[in-house]
């Protein structure tokens, strides 16, 4: 590989040439962490021109992260290279977007050195390894006033060996305060209470000060014990700092089980029939921003397009009646079981007396949830069995429509839904008789799903996804007021993940045994971390 601006200049090391090496601190580490770069050998010594080694690391995916281009003008570098292994961060706060992280597993560094645009020594490459994502950390409130308290504490605790945090909430200009807090030995847990300042010092001793900014800020940290290498980098956390309290908004959540809060074990509705939670997103959601109704949650498991509108269903009482025109803010997921994705998952699911190996390849499985995902963009008509009885499924923006008919000064984000299972093949087992010759096991000993299975699943959640947003994109594009929420922060936290967020396979204690409806959804954690911050960086 020759990093960018370089050309292949030197000529190849022959089989009995020793060739160049360079030495790093630490051959794995986690995102954040500083690994320090040693020369071993010079660059080739040479007086006449300026020349520089380029650095940079190549992640298990094949992304190339920069990490220096460093003097070495007569060939020795000019000391040690400092390599902050990659992690993902906020890259905007307005609005709230992030750049990617790497990978995880073994990549590599590489090192040139380079005078004048032309390659004159390569270095072999030495392999490092990313040993985990970068971490996920949680605030609260995400609203303040100055002279307020937020918590900012950890969601992913820090690995072992970490006894400390350091952090700060930062505005990436004259707004900052720092923190630090003390890691549980035990479980890697912790909690930092962090006041926002009033004002800030004058620039020099004793003058005046100025009031400690307003507006968007982000929360960060880092674990620490001791050495540089052991760095653990979290991902930052968007708030807001205010002058005044925040408004009452009213605020109405519509939707199927990934609002209601399906999977949290925790309900509150007297039927239990929609397992509604105040564990789910819009209550995380209600209790950020102080939204007035603390939510009027409407959302109802299993509701299907048809529910969203429909009056006369005892199930729902129609869940646009919660609507009216004082309504500022609506928030909704539908579409998952209108395209089926139930059906989808008992498929796909290897079990006792039912062969789900190879459910990617059901011809009518591929068929069936193609027709509905067609049906849900408004381009062919379709229909839904729910309890036998076939229900007519909506296009999505003719729903999202009728809410700006009833509410039309609200703003409406449209959520979409996670992808199940785990990208990386770490987490499953080899099992040369599974699709893709790995499967993880969703109820051991009972029930596996492959490898092939589970990433097919996950791109008909990514098709249904694209649906969604397209219907977004089309009404926004006609002056709406809404936005689209994709619950990224899954990524390392689904099923066969080391740290899942959602609940795989539950089975009753019956014989045989049947699945509960909180499997394959959001726990607590995913609802009130992944869910809210995915629908409090659409409002922001």
């Not at 071993?40 to 690391?57: G, I, T």
């Not at 997103?281 to 048809?306: F, H, I, Q």
């Amino acid at each position: 590989m020759v990093l960018a601006g370089l050309v292949a200049a030197a000529p190849a090391a022959s089989a009995l040439d020793e060739v160049p090496r360079f030495s790093l601190s630490a051959s794995s580490a986690w995102p954040g962490a500083v690994i320090t770069i040693g020369q071993v050998d010079p660059c080739p010594a040479d007086d006449r021109d300026e020349q520089f080694v380029h650095l940079s690391f190549v992640d298990a995916d094949g992304a190339v992260f920069p990490i220096a281009i460093h003097p070495a003008y007569a060939g020795p570098w000019s000391g040690p290279v400092r390599f902050t292994v990659p992690r993902r961060f906020i890259s905007g706060l307005d609005p709230v977007t992030y750049s990617p992280g790497p990978a995880i597993g073994a990549g590599t560094v590489k090192a040139q050195c380079g005078r004048r645009g032309q390659v004159t020594q390569e270095y072999a490459s030495e392999v490092f390894t990313v040993e985990g994502p970068t971490l996920n950390l949680r605030v609260s409130p995400k609203v303040v006033g100055l002279g307020d308290t937020v918590q900012v504490g950890s969601v992913d605790p820090c690995p072992p060996g970490r006894d400390f945090v350091t952090g700060a909430i930062t505005n990436g200009g004259g707004g900052q305060v720092g923190f630090t807090a003390a890691v549980d030995p035990v479980t890697g847990t912790w909690t930092a209470d962090v006041v926002i300042p009033r004002s800030v010092p004058g620039p020099m001793p004793g003058s005046p000060g100025a009031e400690f900014p307003l507006g968007r800020y982000q929360a960060f940290g880092s674990c620490g014990g001791g050495a540089p290498e052991s760095g653990a980098a979290y991902v930052g956390q968007r708030l807001e700092v205010k002058r005044v309290a925040t408004t009452p908004v009213p605020y109405v959540a519509l939707g199927d089980s990934y609002s209601s809060g399906e999977g949290t074990f925790d309900y509150t509705d007297p039927s239990g029939s929609c397992h509604r939670s105040t564990r789910s997103y819009p209550y995380a959601l209600a209790d950020e921003y102080e939204l007035l109704g603390t939510p009027n949650l409407a959302a109802c498991s299993g509701a299907v397009t048809d529910d969203i509108g429909d009056p006369g269903d005892p199930h729902t009482s129609g869940q646009f009646r919660q609507l009216s025109l004082d309504t500022r803010l609506v928030t909704i997921t539908i579409g998952g079981n209108d395209a089926h994705f139930a059906r989808v998952m008992d498929r796909c699911v290897q079990r006792p007396g039912h062969d789900g190996y190879g459910c990617a390849q059901d011809e009518a499985l591929r068929s069936l949830v193609a027709g509905q995902l067609s049906a849900l963009a408004g381009t062919t008509a379709g229909t839904v069995e729910v309890g036998g009885v076939p229900r007519p499924v909506h296009a999505l923006d003719d729903l999202y429509r009728e809410v700006f008919d009833r509410s039309p000064e609200a703003k409406l984000v449209v959520g979409g839904y996670p992808r199940l299972f785990a990208d990386d093949p770490a987490g499953y087992a080899e099992d040369e008789a599974a699709p893709g010759g790995r499967t993880c096991a969703v109820a051991p000993p009972l029930a596996y799903v492959s490898y092939s299975d589970a990433q097919w699943i996950n791109e008909r959640a990514d098709e249904l996804n694209r649906v969604i947003e397209d219907r977004v994109d089309a009404l926004r594009a006609e002056g709406k007021d809404i936005a689209f929420a994709l619950p990224t922060m899954f990524q390392g936290h689904r099923v066969c993940d080391a740290w899942p967020w959602i609940n795989s396979l539950h089975l009753d204690g019956e014989l045989p045994p049947n699945p509960l409806p909180e499997s394959f959804h959001p726990d607590a954690t995913g609802y009130e971390i992944a869910y809210a911050q995915a629908f409090e960086d659409a409002l922001s």
